[in-house]
């Protein structure tokens, strides 16, 4: 079936440093999109990838979308405590619009 | 603002019992999603409706039914709740089409005795 890979589950970082999380589909996606959901909190929306090897940016964080449009990166450059929570990718694929497939989500933690 | 609630932020129900959770959206979405949430396996999609008395499964919809008899309330019913059925559970919606983000309401941790 259908399966979005999200590595790694945790990680923990030092205020400062920098973090990834990456995302790999076997088959082409339509597009992706990530969340964050802070501790206790529920899944906020963050950004959409739709072209294959866009970059976008938001201040910290990198939105990468692999040019086959299978994988995608989420880069947060010298993460700050404000960053901690869980980020999760969610692709579309062709022919079901409707729904998303979800990672398993990367969950952040930043020692100050 | 997009706005979902939920009815319950907590719930605490005995096994065998009927539970409803009920989820309300305000910006006329027309999909709409259940989801639980367990440690370490993500959201898990139960079911989503895209219309009016309209519905889907999804990944997960064993021991669990669903109701859209209005566009902005969406409905979860666990016929006869089981302890496996501990979990949060989140609503979300979002409008039709492949660009748009799902809003998620505030979630209920529901808790099976």
């Known amino acids: 079936g259908q399966q979005v890979m999200q590595i790694p589950q945790y990680q923990h970082v030092q205020e400062g440093e920098d973090f990834t999380t990456y995302c790999n589909s076997s088959?082409?996606?339509?597009?992706i999109q990530w969340y964050k959901q802070r501790p206790g909190g529920h899944p906020v929306f963050l950004i959409q990838?739709?072209?294959s090897g866009e970059v976008k940016k938001q201040k910290r964080l990198t939105f990468q979308f692999g040019e086959a449009k299978k994988n995608s990166s989420l880069h947060i450059t010298a993460t700050q405590t404000t960053d901690v929570g869980t980020y999760f990718c969610?692709?579309?694929?062709?022919?079901?619009?409707?729904?998303?497939?979800w990672g398993l989500g990367t969950s952040l933690a930043v020692n100050p | 603002d997009v706005k979902v609630t939920q009815s319950s932020r907590y719930l605490v129900k005995r096994t065998g019992e009927k539970v409803f959770l009920e989820c309300v959206q305000d910006m006329d979405h027309e999909n709409m999603f259940w989801y639980r949430q367990d440690p370490g396996l993500g959201l898990r999609l139960i079911y989503f409706?895209?219309?009016?008395?309209?519905?889907e499964k999804g990944d997960i919809p064993e021991g669990y039914s669903v109701s859209r008899e209005k566009k902005e309330r969406f409905s979860l019913i666990l016929e006869s709740a089981s302890t496996n059925q501990t979990s949060m559970y989140l609503c979300a919606s979002s409008s039709e089409g492949a660009s748009y983000e799902q809003y998620f309401g505030p979630g209920t941790r529901l808790t099976v005795t």
């Open positions: 969610a692709g579309r694929y062709a022919g079901n619009n409707r729904k998303l497939i």
């Open positions: 088959t082409t996606l339509s597009n």
């Open positions: 409706s895209y219309d009016v008395k309209m519905k």
């Open positions: 990838l739709v072209k």
